[in-house]
């Protein structure tokens, strides 16, 4: 793979240019790719936005050798939500489980890669610097949606119908899909639960294997092109195992 050889930084955008590239990477994947749309979204200048973005932190994983952006995440904490009129994902979940709670919280969104870096290092580092960030922050709960391509539900029945069954979040923090899609829509005899799993995207499935769950019933995003669900991380749940693969680098190549 061509990146065999690579290394990559990690830093939050401090600039309008930072922004600018966090944006045409999200236009890239988002739009182009997956065929979302939006208000506010920029096809003249490649770029995927909307109102949240000057409320929040973006986190930008760049190629060293090339300096470009091959991976971002949007990062929004609950002092930044009030600033902003809510969260993000208020708009498709009922969030009062985690907001009543008390304990404080870390939304996290626009998540992607550069097709070209999917399936090696670079989720990891975006990982590892989510971890600095939540530790300087003392983050307890993260949340956000997370999407599956396409709002086809018969192609998805299988993966959401074990997300259901097996990740289901535990009652206090179980939010609730205000445009409620259910995601048993099959009987555990008929789902291919090794053939689910793959067809889970690679967010999801680095969410689970930190030990997030999931909210209940899926949200379906036509505008966006999109299925999503909620995925909720707390990290007083996490493993010492997971603790320790979200904070330890990888021997760098």
């Not at 009129?85 to 985690?98: I, K, Q, V, W």
């Not at 939540?134 to 997300?163: K, M, R, W, Y």
Request: glycine residues 8%; charged residues 25%; aromatic residues 10%.
């Amino acid at each position: 793979m061509a990146e065999t050889q690579t290394e990559f930084t990690v830093s939050l955008a401090t600039t309008d240019a930072d922004l600018r590239a966090a944006q045409a990477l999200r236009y890239e994947v988002f739009v182009s790719e997956m065929g979302a749309d939006g208000a506010l979204v920029d096809h003249r200048e490649g770029l995927e936005k909307d109102t949240f973005d000057a409320f929040c932190d973006h986190m930008i994983i760049r190629e060293t050798a090339t300096d470009r952006v091959v991976g971002v995440y949007r990062l929004m904490r609950a002092d930044q939500a009030v600033n902003a009129g809510g969260f993000y994902s208020e708009a498709e979940y009922d969030l009062s489980p985690l907001t009543r709670s008390g304990r404080r919280l870390l939304e996290l969104g626009r998540s992607c890669l550069h097709p070209e870096f999917r399936g090696g290092k670079a989720l990891f580092y975006l990982w590892v610097g989510l971890n600095a960030y939540v530790s300087e922050h003392d983050i307890e709960i993260l949340f956000g949606t997370a999407s599956f391509a396409g709002t086809d539900l018969n192609a998805l029945s299988g993966p959401l119908s074990v997300l259901n069954r097996d990740y289901l979040a535990p009652p206090p923090l179980r939010c609730k899909s205000r445009s409620y899609q259910p995601m048993d829509l099959l009987e555990a005899s008929a789902v291919d639960r090794k053939r689910a799993m793959v067809e889970c995207p690679a967010l999801i499935k680095a969410y689970l294997r930190l030990g997030g769950t999931v909210g209940d019933g899926a949200f379906v995003d036509h505008g966006f092109n999109t299925t999503d669900v909620l995925m909720i991380l707390d990290t007083a749940r996490m493993t010492e195992r997971q603790k320790r693969f979200y904070s330890t680098p990888k021997t760098r190549a």
